[in-house]
Protein backbone atom coordinates (compact mmCIF):
# COMPACT_ATOMS: atom_id res chain seq x y z
CA UNK A 1 0.00 0.00 0.00
CA UNK A 2 0.68 3.72 0.39
CA UNK A 3 3.11 5.12 2.40
CA UNK A 4 3.10 8.70 3.19
CA UNK A 5 6.50 10.10 4.92
CA UNK A 6 6.18 14.09 6.03
CA UNK A 7 9.00 16.39 7.96
CA UNK A 8 9.92 17.99 9.31
CA UNK A 9 7.40 17.22 12.90
CA UNK A 10 7.77 20.06 14.23
CA UNK A 11 8.54 23.99 12.75
CA UNK A 12 9.14 26.98 14.91
CA UNK A 13 9.18 30.24 12.55
CA UNK A 14 9.51 33.93 13.33
CA UNK A 15 6.30 35.54 12.39
CA UNK A 16 6.91 36.56 8.29
CA UNK A 17 9.63 33.92 7.36
CA UNK A 18 7.89 31.41 5.35
CA UNK A 19 7.47 27.48 6.70
CA UNK A 20 8.37 24.86 4.11
CA UNK A 21 6.94 20.79 4.85
CA UNK A 22 7.61 17.95 3.17
CA UNK A 23 6.04 15.06 2.03
CA UNK A 24 7.18 11.90 0.15
CA UNK A 25 4.70 9.09 -1.22
CA UNK A 26 5.81 5.64 -2.18
CA UNK A 27 2.91 4.58 -4.98
CA UNK A 28 2.88 6.08 -8.38
CA UNK A 29 -0.92 5.18 -8.65
CA UNK A 30 -1.46 8.70 -6.51
CA UNK A 31 -3.01 10.95 -7.91
CA UNK A 32 -4.77 13.65 -5.42
CA UNK A 33 -2.27 15.66 -2.94
CA UNK A 34 -4.10 17.55 -0.51
CA UNK A 35 -3.12 19.72 2.64
CA UNK A 36 -5.09 19.98 5.86
CA UNK A 37 -4.60 21.88 8.68
CA UNK A 38 -6.04 21.24 12.27
CA UNK A 39 -6.01 23.70 15.14
CA UNK A 40 -5.86 22.38 19.10
CA UNK A 41 -8.84 20.40 19.49
CA UNK A 42 -10.06 21.13 16.04
CA UNK A 43 -11.28 18.85 13.10
CA UNK A 44 -8.49 19.02 9.60
CA UNK A 45 -9.48 21.30 7.26
CA UNK A 46 -8.41 21.46 4.00
CA UNK A 47 -6.13 24.16 2.87
CA UNK A 48 -4.92 23.49 -0.67
CA UNK A 49 -4.83 20.35 -3.09
CA UNK A 50 -2.82 19.22 -6.22
CA UNK A 51 -3.65 16.45 -8.09
CA UNK A 52 -1.14 14.65 -9.97
CA UNK A 53 -1.50 16.96 -13.54
CA UNK A 54 -0.35 19.72 -12.29
CA UNK A 55 2.61 20.69 -10.66
CA UNK A 56 2.35 23.58 -8.59
CA UNK A 57 -0.88 25.56 -7.15
CA UNK A 58 -0.95 28.43 -5.33
CA UNK A 59 -3.72 30.33 -3.04
CA UNK A 60 -2.81 33.72 -1.78
CA UNK A 61 0.30 33.17 0.76
CA UNK A 62 -0.15 29.36 0.27
CA UNK A 63 1.47 27.28 -2.45
CA UNK A 64 1.98 23.65 -3.51
CA UNK A 65 4.23 21.82 -5.65
CA UNK A 66 4.40 18.52 -7.00
CA UNK A 67 7.38 16.39 -8.55
CA UNK A 68 5.61 13.15 -9.67
CA UNK A 69 9.22 11.70 -10.49
CA UNK A 70 10.82 11.96 -7.50
CA UNK A 71 7.40 11.13 -5.91
CA UNK A 72 6.88 14.37 -3.52
CA UNK A 73 5.25 17.20 -2.65
CA UNK A 74 5.36 20.75 -0.65
CA UNK A 75 3.70 23.12 0.94
CA UNK A 76 4.46 26.23 1.44
CA UNK A 77 3.63 29.33 3.35
CA UNK A 78 5.06 32.79 2.85
CA UNK A 79 4.65 35.36 5.88
CA UNK A 80 3.66 33.58 8.21
CA UNK A 81 1.57 34.99 11.32
CA UNK A 82 0.57 33.43 14.60
CA UNK A 83 -2.68 31.90 13.51
CA UNK A 84 -0.97 30.30 11.13
CA UNK A 85 0.31 27.69 14.08
CA UNK A 86 -1.45 24.23 13.92
CA UNK A 87 -0.90 20.88 12.94
CA UNK A 88 -0.36 20.12 8.67
CA UNK A 89 -0.81 17.15 7.16
CA UNK A 90 -0.34 16.24 4.01
CA UNK A 91 -2.23 13.10 1.97
CA UNK A 92 -1.76 11.03 -0.74
CA UNK A 93 -4.89 9.49 -2.57
CA UNK A 94 -5.44 6.60 -4.77
CA UNK A 95 -9.36 5.88 -5.39
CA UNK A 96 -10.89 6.69 -2.13
CA UNK A 97 -7.47 5.46 -0.36
CA UNK A 98 -6.35 8.60 1.59
CA UNK A 99 -3.00 7.96 3.44
CA UNK A 100 -1.92 10.75 5.81
CA UNK A 101 1.34 11.98 6.69
CA UNK A 102 2.24 11.83 10.42
CA UNK A 103 1.54 15.58 10.80
CA UNK A 104 3.73 18.74 11.41
CA UNK A 105 3.29 21.03 14.11
CA UNK A 106 3.70 24.29 12.85
CA UNK A 107 4.48 27.37 15.71
CA UNK A 108 4.74 30.94 14.52
CA UNK A 109 6.61 33.03 17.34
CA UNK A 110 5.34 36.77 17.32
CA UNK B 1 -26.69 23.66 8.60
CA UNK B 2 -23.83 21.69 10.08
CA UNK B 3 -22.09 20.07 6.87
CA UNK B 4 -20.87 16.66 9.12
CA UNK B 5 -21.79 16.28 12.13
CA UNK B 6 -21.17 13.66 14.68
CA UNK B 7 -23.00 12.25 17.61
CA UNK B 8 -21.99 12.26 20.65
CA UNK B 9 -18.46 14.80 20.64
CA UNK B 10 -17.41 12.40 24.03
CA UNK B 11 -17.88 9.67 24.93
CA UNK B 12 -16.28 7.83 28.36
CA UNK B 13 -17.21 4.32 28.52
CA UNK B 14 -15.82 0.75 30.54
CA UNK B 15 -13.36 -1.73 28.95
CA UNK B 16 -15.85 -4.44 27.29
CA UNK B 17 -18.81 -2.39 26.67
CA UNK B 18 -20.29 -2.01 23.31
CA UNK B 19 -20.95 1.68 21.94
CA UNK B 20 -22.25 3.81 18.50
CA UNK B 21 -21.14 6.65 17.20
CA UNK B 22 -23.34 8.66 14.79
CA UNK B 23 -21.98 10.58 11.58
CA UNK B 24 -24.17 12.91 8.87
CA UNK B 25 -23.77 14.74 6.53
CA UNK B 26 -26.23 17.25 4.57
CA UNK B 27 -23.62 17.75 1.62
CA UNK B 28 -25.54 15.27 -0.66
CA UNK B 29 -22.21 13.70 -1.08
CA UNK B 30 -21.56 10.12 -2.32
CA UNK B 31 -18.68 9.31 -0.34
CA UNK B 32 -18.06 8.95 3.27
CA UNK B 33 -15.43 7.88 5.48
CA UNK B 34 -14.02 7.08 9.25
CA UNK B 35 -10.62 7.72 10.54
CA UNK B 36 -8.92 7.23 14.07
CA UNK B 37 -6.95 9.84 15.19
CA UNK B 38 -4.47 8.47 17.92
CA UNK B 39 -2.94 10.26 20.96
CA UNK B 40 0.18 11.33 18.67
CA UNK B 41 -2.11 12.76 16.41
CA UNK B 42 -1.53 10.30 13.38
CA UNK B 43 -4.44 10.35 10.86
CA UNK B 44 -5.87 6.87 9.71
CA UNK B 45 -8.58 5.50 7.11
CA UNK B 46 -10.93 3.07 9.13
CA UNK B 47 -13.43 2.19 6.70
CA UNK B 48 -14.92 4.30 3.42
CA UNK B 49 -18.21 4.11 1.98
CA UNK B 50 -19.57 5.34 -1.43
CA UNK B 51 -23.36 5.28 -2.01
CA UNK B 52 -23.74 3.08 1.13
CA UNK B 53 -21.61 0.05 -0.36
CA UNK B 54 -18.42 -0.54 1.59
CA UNK B 55 -14.96 0.55 -0.98
CA UNK B 56 -12.53 0.78 1.93
CA UNK B 57 -12.12 -1.71 4.65
CA UNK B 58 -8.22 -1.04 6.08
CA UNK B 59 -6.88 -3.51 8.82
CA UNK B 60 -9.45 -2.80 11.48
CA UNK B 61 -10.59 -5.22 14.03
CA UNK B 62 -13.87 -7.24 13.32
CA UNK B 63 -15.13 -5.39 16.66
CA UNK B 64 -15.34 -1.96 14.88
CA UNK B 65 -18.73 -2.11 12.13
CA UNK B 66 -19.74 0.33 9.81
CA UNK B 67 -23.15 1.22 9.17
CA UNK B 68 -24.48 2.73 6.29
CA UNK B 69 -28.44 3.25 6.32
CA UNK B 70 -28.40 5.95 3.65
CA UNK B 71 -26.12 8.23 1.63
CA UNK B 72 -26.04 10.57 4.06
CA UNK B 73 -25.12 8.65 7.31
CA UNK B 74 -22.21 6.36 7.99
CA UNK B 75 -22.43 4.91 11.60
CA UNK B 76 -19.66 2.64 13.33
CA UNK B 77 -20.44 0.67 16.20
CA UNK B 78 -17.94 -1.06 18.41
CA UNK B 79 -18.01 -4.31 20.09
CA UNK B 80 -16.60 -5.23 23.50
CA UNK B 81 -14.28 -1.98 23.69
CA UNK B 82 -10.64 -2.11 24.45
CA UNK B 83 -8.34 0.65 25.88
CA UNK B 84 -6.04 0.82 22.77
CA UNK B 85 -9.71 2.34 20.93
CA UNK B 86 -9.39 5.17 23.17
CA UNK B 87 -9.14 7.96 20.12
CA UNK B 88 -10.70 10.60 18.36
CA UNK B 89 -13.11 9.76 15.67
CA UNK B 90 -13.76 11.57 12.89
CA UNK B 91 -16.07 10.92 10.13
CA UNK B 92 -15.75 12.69 6.69
CA UNK B 93 -17.35 13.13 3.48
CA UNK B 94 -16.94 14.19 0.18
CA UNK B 95 -18.40 14.41 -3.43
CA UNK B 96 -17.16 10.94 -4.80
CA UNK B 97 -13.99 8.84 -4.68
CA UNK B 98 -10.45 9.54 -4.75
CA UNK B 99 -9.83 13.26 -5.99
CA UNK B 100 -12.52 15.36 -3.91
CA UNK B 101 -11.97 17.35 -0.94
CA UNK B 102 -13.03 15.82 2.45
CA UNK B 103 -15.31 17.49 4.87
CA UNK B 104 -14.84 16.02 7.86
CA UNK B 105 -17.02 15.96 11.40
CA UNK B 106 -16.14 17.36 14.84
CA UNK B 107 -14.50 14.48 15.96
CA UNK B 108 -15.78 11.97 18.45
CA UNK B 109 -13.43 11.63 21.57
CA UNK B 110 -13.77 8.20 22.88
CA UNK B 111 -12.10 7.35 26.51
CA UNK B 112 -12.40 3.69 27.26
CA UNK B 113 -11.34 2.68 30.85
Known amino acids: GENVEQHPSTLSVQEGDSAVIKCTYSDSASNYFPWYKQELGKRPQLIIDIRSNVGEKKDQRIAVTLNKTAKHFSLHITETQPEDSAVYFCAASIMSQFYFGTGTSLTVIP | DTAVSQTPKYLVTQMGNDKSIKCEQN?????MYWYKQDSKKFLKIMFSYNNKELIINETVPNRFSPKSPDKAHLNLHINSLELGDSAVYFCASSLGQGIYEQFFGPGTRLTVL
Open chain 2, 27 to 31: LGHDT
